[in-house]
């Protein structure tokens, strides 16, 4: 009988161990260069039915990830964002104009822009993502060849845009003209795809917190990309995500850029509506 | 990797004379460290940045040999001592012998 | 770049494979570069510290600090990897603090040792284990 106590106690602290915190630290507060405060947790938007609560992947990652992304300075993204800032002004094209040419100063004119991106573009008649937005900008207006979709040029670019809407809440219209790509996108997070028969909910949904490996599942918020990943240390793309998410549960993907992607990046951004840009944060 | 290669380093351009203060460095860099393979199984021959320094008024403030166990986008913090006005010189040594510079000039205020 | 989990794990049975050969003349381990650093002298167990992660997100990213007041060089070695040589930060006289931080590859769980060279030419260590996890999806 002496023996029961001691082994109930180890069983009872394999179980705590075992049902540990799903977050490092559920107190942590993401403020970059102690003047930005991001919002990393918040209440669902209203559409999404699954969540109360929708959280930034910065709440899933360990003290020492998290803490790259509190200074710029720290943040191995922004070596990129140099990059892109002297792209913005590189004269390209037939016309000879730069970004800078229609744009100014990318800090001022771009404030916002990556908050209400995915977005209806009624003169094109479709939904654009910040993306085509640029590739549109560099044939029509800078007649300049596009870069590719999940190119190292477009992240850089893409994060760079992103920089001057930090901190502000992500504001994606689904109604109107929208909507119907929204829906689409819907309709794509809730199917099931590949050998695995896995749907985005059913990791990002039902499971996030959870360990998948020796890893945390997060909700796959879109409101830090691009973002930087200490795995393959340069900046990924939303899309470039989803289909590395698609093949993991080994279906054929779709293609970055295809309009299964566009709707669904529409969608995901949806989903993190409140939570704040991050762009470009940093993952694992 | 003489190409894309872009420092950025962080010191305040004001302190006081004696100071001593942080300092940041980052670059863009592959740091190739040799031990990997390509797809036909040849291995990749090792590409790194081997030495960093920071200098301050031509006095050593920090020499750091650098090997393949270094990440890619090599990242410093480090401390200086800051006697008076002068320019800090950051200097990264590549295998292939090219050399990135970076300077940043600090006033006493 | 980037190592893929069978690059690493590669690595790693690379490095076990070696450290259980009888005969190590064609590789040199830690202690033998950490013997080779100190001219053998003895290594106190206290005056350099260093600060890791216990668990690493990612081995290909892991942020380090080293500090050892008094030190006039601080090297690191990773015995885990294929060459367990990191860094060697050599202090000069207008170092602020006999500290650094950087972010180092490990190819597997491993020590990861400091070793200072302090200026009354004595020399210190420090050792921690850092577990390096394999990552979630194509991780």
Known sequence: MKNIYPLTAIASSFLIALSAPAKADEDAKLVVNDEIEMVTETAAPSHLEGLDTIYSGWTFRTDETQSL????????AFVFVDQAMDAWDKVEGSAEKSCSSCHGDVMESMKGV???????????GEVRTLVTQINACRTEQMGAEPWGYTSGKMASMEALISVPSRGM???????????????KGKELYYTRFGQLELSCANCHEDNYGNMIRADHLSQGQV?????????????NTAHARFKGCVRDTRAETFNPGSEEFIALELYVASRGNGLSVEA????? | MASGVKPRVKVPSSVSAGEVI???????????????KDDDGNTIPRSIINRFTCTFNGETVIDVTMEPAISTNPYFQFEAKVPEAGEFVFTWYDDDGSVYEEKKSVTIG | MEFSRRETLA???GAAALSMLPLRSFAATADEMIAEFTGGADLAQDGVTLTAPEIAENGNTVPIEVSAPGASEIRVYATGNPTPPVAAFAFGPLAGSR????????AETQNVVAVAKLEDGSFAQSTKLIKVTIGGCGG
């Open chain 1, 280 to 284: 470009p944060s940093v993952r694992n």
């Open chain 1, 169 to 183: 809440p992500v504001d994606v219209a689904i109604d109107g003209p929208a909507q119907s790509m929204w829906a």
């Open chain 1, 223 to 235: 409101n830090g990309f691009p973002v930087y990943r200490l795995k393959n240390t340069k900046l």
């Open chain 2, 22 to 36: 942080e300092i940041k460095t980052l670059i863009s860099h592959k740091m190739e460290s040799g031990q990997r």
């Open chain 3, 11 to 13: 690595l790693g049975a």
């Open chain 1, 114 to 124: 990556r908050a209400v991106y995915p977005k209806w573009n009624e003169e094109a």
């Open chain 1, 69 to 76: 992304q509190m200074d710029d300075f720290d943040n191995p």
């Open chain 3, 99 to 106: 500290a650094a931080s950087t972010r180092i590859r490990l």
